[in-house]
């Protein structure tokens, strides 16, 4: 299968203060952008590549609903979020900026061997696929089972996020 | 045992909606009759009640996205926009932002708090928030507004413009997480330590983005301001809203809010929610929705008040909250007495209580920025603001100040502050090698007076 990017691997508790540091939030985005997750990963900003996907931890985007944490990813290209769990005011900023963000299954179905998130290294090839709600590590063998959105959380993603089903609402005149 | 708080009227009516608090409010928000619809996952459209937002992500962020859709607000009697996050501006960003902000009031015809606070404060002290209300705020200590029965959250900048464009939000039903204290508290014990405890035992995930709501004996016996701080802090359990039903407190504190600022401005007035509004039914009927019952909870955390003690957050999370009589010796460069969570009327009164006659230590600064005006002028009025200038405290404006590190006033490197804020992340004060713990006004105070990390039952006035 095609491989989309590269995976970048981050622990629990990666905040907004983190992802869109206050100090640099007066900033443009193109420049705020180039902060982000800087305290963690001084290369993140200038090589993540349009299609790398993040894995974390605990609580990713936990802090405040500045929502440029969110965007800046979106801006970097970054194809998602896959984490064991989100702050949900992040979460929420997400999918209305069109940034897809999952967790594990829970349960997955019987087959699936019961890879985890931490099994994923850093740098290593990866797919987000939306429509399976999987995601891939072809070079590892790993695949793991995503919890799907509700239809009307994927609608919107899939609109491209918020304002462009706003659009259509009153491009329609409704 | 554990609902012998919850009044039989409570009982009878939630034998009747079989709802919890939460569910009831969305539940009316969304125009859902049927029990089965207000169920926890389903995802509904609710209209707002009332729309908050501050200078940094309100009109700087809004406006594009609404002139992009073309869109108008969807009714401007029902948003309050309030500057505090630039506030002084004394940078050529800072003033450029709160131009825009003003500039966009006046085009809007909103209504707009000006240097008179930080907006969670302002919002209720001026009667915009009553029970029963969905409101939404552009900022994530939003849940401060649970305190008087509304179901109030936070929300990022492009969600805020959707909500002004057309006056609703989507939502999933939460589950409701009891947090249940009985007990009466130990002096210089304050909401703020039991919040700490709170993040301390279930960490900043245990809301799960679900309502938290706070219940049991402990609860009733807090002034609103104590409240407000519980519900402020429901951001740091990881929870979408924080809840307590409301009682007697909290209608006399609305009633005289609404009296006091119909006489005193007419600034106020539109977004005001007045009683010939549609929602004209939040003070009489919702007043009346109690608190949820045990059984129809999906989780419920038992504390007991009267074996809490003073409660610090070592840095860089709330969650790392312990005793202060456990900790190590801790020397503090700087005590900040602000914030929303921190530096209302009764925040001050506590600091005030343990500074009067004290001087600070001289090794140590402290910073108080009062979170509003009308709290500033009251405590001016009773002598507290003279009691910290006399013991060496230096006044900021009433504004979030050093709490969001967004101004020109930030910690230093290494610096090691006791603050009375909600958050402690590494970095968000100031330099990221400062060091911050939080705590309550009183541990604050009494730690500033002492230089090191103390607890306010053996430091300061009156300590035994
Ligand atoms: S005082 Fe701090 S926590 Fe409160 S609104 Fe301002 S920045 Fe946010």
Redesign the pocket.
Known sequence: MAVDGVSWVFGDNIDTDVLAPGQYIKLPMEELMQHCLESVDGRFASQVKAGDVIVAGNNFGIGSSREQAALALKELGVAGVVAESFGGIFFRNAINLGLPVFTPLKSPPAPTPQFRLSDIRAGEPVSLCLQQATLVCPDSGITIQLQPLPDFLMQMLEAGGLVAVLEKRFKSGS | MLDTHISDTAKTLHETSNLTLAQRIIGKASGLDGEAEVSVGNIVTCKVDLAMM?DSGGPRRVEPVLQHLNAGLFDPDKVVLVA??YVPADEPESRAILELTRQWAIQRQVTFYDGEG???VVLPERGHLAPGMLVVGG???SPTGGAFGSYMFGIGSTEMAAVLATGEIWLQIPQTILLNWNGVLPERVTAKDMMLAMCGRLGMSGGRYQAVEYVGSTIGTLGMQERMTLCNMAAELGAQAGLIAPDNRTMEFITKARRHNRQTQNLVGSALMDDKRANADSLSTRSTWHSTPLQLADECHDFDASTLSPQVAAPHSPANAVAVNEIERQSVDVAYI????GAKYTDLAMAAEVLAGQTVNNKVQLIIAPASRQDQERAEQEGLMSVFEDAGARILPTA??I??GYGSERLGADINCISS???NFKGRMGESSSRVWLASPYTVAASAVAGYISDPRMHGDGAG
């Open positions: 501050h505090d996050h930080i907006c969670h900022d994530s200590h602000g914030a929303c969570t979030c100040g709490c969001a804020t909600a958050r």
